[in-house]
């Protein structure tokens, strides 16, 4: 932007807005598998906004002991 006098005047710009989370199925959360991808998708401390973490639901493989990892 230019003014009469020749200076030159920076506009801040905005941010863009974050999108909102995606939501996430995962079958068996306590195997490997489950749990690989749960390290891998989660994205909560990448983000600004709370509502744009992603969000994991999922179900438990009984016979699975729980992968600690």
Do not use: C, I, Q, S
């Amino acid at each position: 932007m230019d003014y009469e006098d020749g200076e030159e005047v920076e506009v801040p710009k905005e941010e863009p807005k974050e999108e909102l989370g995606k939501r996430f199925f995962l079958a068996h959360l306590n195997t490997y598998t489950g749990m690989a991808l749960l390290k891998e998708l989660k994205n909560a401390h990448l983000v600004k906004d709370p509502e744009a973490a992603h969000t994991f639901y999922g179900t438990l493989k009984k016979d699975e002991k729980n992968y600690v990892g």
